[in-house]
C-alpha cells in the first residue's frame, strides 16, 4: 500500500504546477508551512506573472514530475527526502507554442500532522548561487591577481600575424548544449557548481580553441585529473573567470559586451552577477529565441533548458542583479 506521505508530495508537486500558471490561484489544500519558502516562492512567482504580461506571454500548461533521489528518514511520524522536480512550462508567444524545462532538486521534511502530513522545510539543493572563486593557494591568487589579460600560448593557435583564424560553429554549440544540459558528458568531470564547466564544453563543441597556460588562473584550458589534482584554468570552471577572459582577451576565445539582449546570437554567452557588486556568479549559453527575438538559454547545477534569459524566476534573482551579455565573434 502507497505511503501516506507520497499523497503529500503529490499534491505539493500539483500545486507547484498550478502556481505557474496563474500564482493568484486558490490552492485548495495547504500543506507547505516553510514560510521563508513560501515568502519567497510568492516575490518569484509575482515576477513570473509580471514577465509574462510584460513579455506578451500566455501560460498553457506546466508539469512535473517528481523523482525521489535519496531517502535520508522515513519513519511514522517524520520523512526527510531528496527529490528532482523535471518540470516542463508551455507557453504562447506571439502565436508561437514554447516548451521550457528545467530540472531543480529539493530537500523535502514532511511531519505527521493528526491524520494527515506536512512539509515543514523546502530546501533548494542546487542554486544559480554559489562562490566567485574556488579555494586558491596565495601563489596562485597572486597570478590571478596580475595583469588582467590572461596569457595566451601563441603557439596554440599558430601565433602572431600568421596564425590561421578559427570559425565559430554556433549551430554546433547549441547541439552540444542541447544534447548535454540535463546530463554530464562522460568524457569531462563534472562540478558540483557545474553550469561554467557546461558552458566552456558548450564553446568548444563550437570550436573555440584551447588556450593551455599549465597555470590554473590564466588562459582556458582542461585536462581533467592528473594523478588525482584538479587540472584545469579557474576560466574553464568559475563565471567570474570566464567572464574576465572573454571581456579581456583580444585573441582566441573572446567575446563583445553588448548592450541589447536581443542582440545576442544562437551561441552566445549570458554571466550574471546576482547581487550587483561586479563578481560574476552563474554562466548561460543561448541556444534559441521567442517569437519576440528575446534570448533563450541552458543552464547547468540548476539544468534549464530554453529558459527565458533574464533568469527572474530564479530564487538567485533580486533587484541588483545585472547581466553581462557577450557577443562570440564569428572567428577567432
Known amino acids: 500500500m502507497e505511503k501516506e506521505w507520497k499523497q503529500t508530495l503529490y499534491t505539493y508537486v500539483n500545486q507547484h504546477n498550478q502556481c505557474h500558471i496563474d500564482y493568484r490561484s486558490e490552492l485548495v489544500e495547504q500543506i507547505v508551512t516553510d514560510m521563508n519558502y513560501l515568502m519567497d516562492r510568492s516575490k518569484m512567482l509575482k515576477r513570473i506573472d509580471q514577465g509574462y504580461e510584460k513579455r506578451g506571454v500566455k501560460p498553457l500548461r506546466s508539469e512535473t514530475r517528481a523523482k525521489i533521489l535519496r531517502m535520508i528518514l522515513d519513519s511514522e511520524q517524520e520523512v526527510v527526502a531528496d527529490v528532482q522536480l ?13 516548451r521550457e524545462d528545467s530540472i531543480q532538486h529539493q530537500r523535502l521534511t514532511m511531519i505527521r500532522d493528526g491524520d494527515a502530513w506536512a512539509v515543514v522545510s523546502i530546501e533548494q539543493l542546487t542554486t544559480e548561487r554559489h562562490s566567485v572563486l574556488p579555494k586558491i593557494t596565495h601563489k596562485e591568487r597572486e597570478v590571478y591577481s596580475g595583469e588582467p589579460e590572461p596569457y595566451l600560448n601563441s603557439y596554440v593557435l599558430g601565433g602572431g600575424a600568421g596564425r590561421r583564424p578559427t570559425k565559430y560553429h554556433r549551430e554546433e554549440a547549441v547541439a552540444y548544449a542541447d544534447r548535454w544540459w540535463d546530463s554530464d558528458n562522460p568524457e569531462f568531470t563534472s562540478f558540483a557548481v557545474n553550469c561554467t564547466n557546461y558552458i566552456s564544453q558548450c564553446l568548444f563543441a563550437g570550436g573555440a580553441p584551447i588556450h593551455y597556460t599549465g597555470k590554473r588562473a590564466s588562459g582556458w584550458w582542461y585536462k581533467g585529473y592528473v594523478n588525482e589534482k584538479e587540472w584545469w584554468s579557474y576560466s574553464w570552471a568559475v ?18 559586451v553588448v548592450e541589447r539582449p536581443e542582440q545576442l546570437s544562437l551561441g552566445d554567452v549570458i554571466i550574471y552577477d546576482w547581487d550587483g557588486d561586479g563578481s560574476y556568479q552563474h554562466s548561460t549559453i543561448v541556444t ?5 527575438g528575446m534570448p533563450l538559454v541552458n543552464a547547468n547545477t540548476v539544468s534549464s533548458k530554453h529558459r527565458y534569459w533574464d533568469y527572474k524566476d530564479s530564487y538567485a534573482w533580486n533587484e541588483n542583479t545585472r547581466y553581462q551579455l557577450l557577443h562570440i565573434p564569428d572567428v577567432f
Open 239 to 256: 563565471s567570474n573567470s570566464l567572464e574576465r577572459l572573454l571581456t579581456s582577451s583580444t585573441w582566441g576565445l573572446r567575446a563583445d
Open 86 to 98: 523535471h518540470g516542463q512550462l508551455l507557453y504562447v508567444k506571439g502565436g508561437a507554442t514554447h
Open 288 to 292: 534559441a529565441f521567442d517569437a519576440g
